[in-house]
C-alpha cells in the first residue's frame, strides 16, 4: 500500500491520508476486511507523526470506513466497500459527460474548472441554506 | 567517567608543566651542590615554584576549554557537559581534585628529582624528610591553588596565571614583612618551618591553608553555580 | 486538561543589550512533536537554554515534566529524563567517538544499547575518529545518538538536522517518528525546515521578537487557516472593517486576498455581500502562516 502525502499543499496531512484510504478503497486496491498498516509502521514508512495516523484513523471509524479492533488493528468495513461500489457507477455516469464536453471543443483545464466551479457552487448553496433554515 | 574526561583533557598541560618543572630543576641543580646549600634554596625557589605549578595546573584544571569557566569564549562543548545531570559541585569538584592530583604528583617527582641529583641535600636531610616535605609542599599549596581555581572562573587563562601570582606574592610580602601569626604563613611552612629545615611538619599551617583552600573552593562553585551560558 | 511536558508563563530574559524574551507562553503537550519556528534572533535558542538551566529568567515561570526549573542544580534529576542536542553540535575535540559514548552512557540508567547499535549503524559513525575530525553532519547524528539512546522521555533538538544532506534529514525524521510510536517520547524541536516541520509535528509554536505569535494543533491550524480570491466584477471599494479572523487583504486591480486565521465562513459571508464577487477558498501551508506572522510588524 504506497500513499504520498504532501505536507506543503496546506491540507492536513490526516486529511489527505483519509482521502488516499478512501481512494484505495474506491479503486478496489483495499478490501473488506483488509487490514491497514499498523500506525507505528505507517508513521515509520511515511515519515509522519504517529498521532496524524491516529487521528485518521479513528476519523475513518468515525465515517464507518474501517473498524478498529482492540489489539488487531485497523480492518476495512464492509459498509465501505459499498460505498466504492456506489462511487465506481458515479464514474461510468462522469465518463460519458466528461466524453460529451469534450468532443465540444472544451480544453482539459477548462473542464476542470467548470467542474470546480459546480461544486463550489452546490457547497455554497447548501450552506446558505443551511443559514437561511437557521434564520426561519 | 568524570575523572576520565578531566584527565583528558589535563594531561597535555601536565606534561607542559613537568617539562617546566625539569628546567627549573636543572637550574636550581647547580645551587643545590654549592653553598650556601640547601637553607637558601629552600628559602627561595620552592615558594617560587609551587606558585608556579599551582598556577599552571589549576589553569589545566579549570581550563576555559570546557566546564564552568570564563563565560568569553566558553566552549560549545560546555553546553553538552552542563546538560548532563550533573551538579555543578560534582564537576568543579572533579576538574579541581585532579588539578590538585596532578599538582601533587608533579610537586613529588620534582622532590624525588632533587633528592637524587643533589648529593649536599642527601647528606642533611633524610628519604622520609624528603617525603614529609613533599607533602607539606603539597598540603601548604592548596590555598594557592584554591586561589588559582577561584581565579579561573572568573578570567581567562593568562590573567588566571598571572592572578594567582600575584595574590600569593603579596601574601608572601605581607607574611614576611608584617608580624603574621605562625600557622597562617604558609611561606614559613614551605620554607623555614618545613622538615627539610625545621625537620618537623608545620601541621598547623597545612591545615589553615586546606581550609582557606577550602573556603576559595566553595566561592568558586556558588561563582560557578550563578553564572549563566 | 492535557499534561503539559513543557510550559512557560509570561518568560522574560533579558541580555545586557536587549530584551530576548518577552512574556513568552509555550505549552508543549505530552507525546507531541512540536515545531518550534521563528525567524533567527527570536528566542528560539534563549528558550532552550532557559529550559535546560543554562540561563536564568528574569521573570515568568517555566516548568518541565511539571517541576519550576529554577536553576541547574535542582534539575539534575530533571536531565536524566531529557535527552538535549544543541544549536552548535559542539563536543570534546579530545575524545573519539567511541570514547564520548562510553562516556556519557553511565550517567543514564535507561540508556538503551539497542538504539545506541542501531544508530551507529544508520548513521555509519566511525568509531574510532576523533570527534574534530567528524563533519558537521556526523556531528549532529552523533549528538542525536546520544540523545535518544539515554532512554529520555523529552526530546529537546535545538535544530537537529542543521548540516545534514537530504537522505540523512529523511533518515533522521524517520528515527524521531519510530521514537515518537514507539515510546511516547515528546520531541520539541526548533527548526527553520518548514516542510520537515509540517511532516512530523502536531503542534507549532511560532515565536517572533521574544512572544509566542501563534501556537496551537498544527491540522487544527490548518483547517482554520484559509486564503479566500475575491474575485469582482467591477473595481469596488472594500469595507474599512472586515469580521473577526482577517489576518491580511491585499488587493491588485479587480482581485482581492485575504488571508483569514478562523471564522473564515462569515468573512466568505461578508465578502459575497459586496457587489459582483465571486469567493474562492483555498489552503494555506505553513510557510505562509509563518511568514504571516513574523514579517516585521
Not at chain 2, 130 to 135: E, G, L, P, S
Amino acid at each position: 500500500m504506497i500513499f504520498r502525502l504532501n505536507q506543503s499543499s496546506g491540507i492536513p496531512l490526516y486529511l489527505q491520508l483519509m482521502e488516499q484510504i478512501k481512494h484505495a478503497v474506491e479503486t478496489g486496491a483495499l478490501r473488506e476486511g483488509d487490514q491497514l498498516p499498523t500506525i507505528r509502521k505507517l508513521a515509520e514508512d511515511l515519515v509522519m507523526n504517529p498521532n496524524t495516523v491516529v487521528r485518521a484513523y479513528r476519523e475513518l471509524e468515525h465515517e464507518g470506513v474501517v473498524e478498529i479492533k482492540h489489539g488487531s488493528g485497523a480492518f476495512i468495513r464492509e459498509a465501505a466497500a459499498e460505498r466504492s461500489r456506489l462511487i465506481r457507477k458515479a464514474q461510468g455516469v462522469l465518463q460519458s459527460t466528461v466524453g460529451r464536453l469534450m468532443s465540444l471543443g472544451l480544453t482539459e483545464e477548462e473542464l476542470r474548472r467548470v467542474f470546480e466551479n459546480e461544486l463550489a457552487q452546490a457547497r455554497e448553496q447548501r450552506r446558505a441554506g443551511a443559514v437561511a433554515e437557521r434564520k426561519t | 567517567m568524570l575523572w576520565h574526561k578531566a584527565w583528558l583533557e589535563t594531561r597535555f598541560r601536565l606534561l607542559f608543566t613537568l617539562f617546566f618543572m625539569c628546567l627549573i630543576l636543572t637550574f636550581q641543580h647547580g645551587a643545590a651542590t654549592t653553598p650556601p646549600g640547601v637553607h637558601g634554596i629552600v628559602r627561595f625557589s620552592n615558594p617560587i615554584l609551587v606558585v608556579m605549578a599551582c598556577s599552571m595546573l589549576a589553569g589545566a584544571g579549570i581550563a576555559t576549554q570546557p566546564t564552568l569557566a570564563v563565560s568569553k569564549g566558553t566552549h560549545g562543548s560546555t553546553l553538552f557537559t552542563l546538560s548532563l545531570p550533573v551538579s555543578r559541585l560534582r564537576l568543579l569538584g572533579v576538574r579541581a581534585g585532579i588539578g590538585w592530583l596532578e599538582g601533587a604528583g608533579v610537586l613529588g617527582m620534582y622532590c624525588c628529582a632533587f633528592w637524587f641529583l643533589s648529593p649536599t641535600l642527601r647528606g642533611i636531610v633524610t628519604p622520609a624528610d624528603m617525603f614529609r616535605y613533599a607533602v607539606t609542599l603539597a598540603g601548604c599549596a592548596s590555598a594557592i591553588y584554591c586561589l588559582s581555581v577561584l581565579l579561573a572562573t572568573l578570567l581567562d587563562d593568562q590573567w588566571r596565571v598571572w592572578g594567582t601570582m600575584i595574590g600569593s606574592g603579596v601574601y608572601w610580602w605581607v607574611s614576611t614583612h608584617i608580624p603574621f601569626p605562625a600557622f597562617a604563613n604558609i611561606f614559613r611552612g614551605m620554607g623555614e618551618d618545613s622538615p627539610l629545615i625545621a625537620h618537623t611538619m608545620p601541621w598547623n599551617v597545612i591545615a589553615f591553608s586546606a581550609g582557606l583552600g577550602i573556603i576559595l573552593f566553595f566561592t568558586a562553585l556558588k561563582i560557578a553555580k550563578a553564572r549563566e551560558y | 486538561m492535557t499534561d503539559f511536558v513543557i510550559e512557560t508563563n509570561q518568560l522574560c530574559k533579558s541580555f545586557a543589550s536587549r530584551p530576548a524574551l518577552r512574556g513568552l507562553d509555550l505549552h508543549v503537550p505530552v507525546g507531541s512533536i512540536y515545531g518550534f519556528l521563528g525567524r533567527n534572533g527570536a528566542g528560539k535558542t534563549t528558550t532552550i537554554k532557559t529550559l535546560m538551566g543554562l540561563l536564568r529568567s528574569n521573570s515568568g515561570t517555566a516548568q518541565v515534566f511539571g517541576k519550576p526549573v529554577v536553576d541547574a542544580d535542582r534539575s539534575v534529576e530533571i536531565r536524566r529524563r531529557i535527552g538535549f542536542v544543541t544549536e552548535d553540535k559542539e563536543l570534546y575535540p579530545y575524545m573519539t567517538v567511541e570514547q564520548l559514548i562510553r562516556f556519557t552512557r553511565p550517567f543514564f540508567p535507561k540508556w538503551r544499547d539497542d538504539l545506541e547499535r542501531r544508530y551507529l549503524q544508520l548513521f555509519e559513525l566511525p568509531l574510532q575518529r576523533k570527534i574534530p575530525d567528524l563533519s558537521k553532519g556526523m556531528r549532529s547524528k552523533l549528538m542525536l545518538l546520544l540523545a535518544i539512546s539515554r532512554g529520555a522521555e523529552l526530546l529537546i533538538l535545538d535544530e537537529p538536522t542543521d548540516g545534514l544532506d537530504p537522505a540523512a534529514i529523511e533518515d533522521v525524521l524517520r528515527e524521531l517518528v519510530t521514537i515518537a510510536a514507539s515510546s511516547g517520547t515528546t520531541i520539541f524541536f526548533s527548526s527553520h525546515q518548514l516542510a520537515e516541520v509540517e511532516l512530523i509535528a502536531d503542534h507549532i509554536g511560532i515565536i517572533d521578537q521574544g512572544r509566542m505569535v501563534v501556537a496551537g494543533s498544527l491540522d487544527d491550524m490548518k483547517t482554520r487557516y484559509q486564503r479566500l480570491q475575491v474575485v469582482f466584477a467591477n473595481s469596488v471599494q472594500l469595507p474599512s472593517h472586515w469580521v473577526e479572523g482577517v489576518e491580511s487583504v491585499r488587493q491588485e486591480g479587480r482581485v482581492v486576498s485575504i488571508l483569514a486565521s478562523h471564522n473564515a465562513d462569515a468573512i466568505v459571508d461578508q465578502a459575497q455581500s459586496l457587489p459582483g464577487s465571486e469567493v474562492e477558498r483555498f489552503p494555506v501551508t505553513l510557510k505562509e502562516i509563518f511568514l504571516e506572522h513574523v514579517r516585521s510588524n
